[in-house]
Nanobody
């Protein structure tokens, strides 16, 4: 069984930084891509950052230049470095992993940015 466990969320003032981690465990032959999503109350989950198995990255317009996604395949972990945080970055952040034939989600980690 595949499990994703996020960590690193918390409360921070505007302008601060947080680093999210997502550890992937279980029987996985290969990972196609990994991504971070954010969900605000009452809204749909939206993709914040994405990284392929060739380390190609894409970012949402609102986080470009401030967030960096990276992966460590030896540790089966994907990270999201978030700098210069803004109140609008507040939400629950979810990790998603895509493997051949399936996709898996973590349980989410909350981030609160106060002004």
């Amino acid at each position: 069984q595949v499990q994703l466990v996020e960590s690193g969320g918390g409360s921070v003032q505007a302008g601060g930084s947080l680093r999210l981690s997502c550890l992937v465990s279980g029987s996985i032959a290969s990972i196609n891509s990994m991504a971070w999503y954010r969900q605000d109350p009452g809204k749909q989950r939206e993709q914040v950052a994405h990284i392929t198995n060739r380390d190609a990255t894409t970012y949402g317009d609102s986080v470009k230049g401030r967030f960096t996604i990276s992966r460590n395949d030896a540790k089966n972990t994907v990270y999201l470095q978030m700098n210069d945080l803004k109140p609008e970055d507040t939400g629950v952040y979810y990790c998603k992993v895509v493997v051949p034939g399936a996709a898996y989600w973590g349980q989410g980690t909350p981030v609160t940015v106060s002004s």
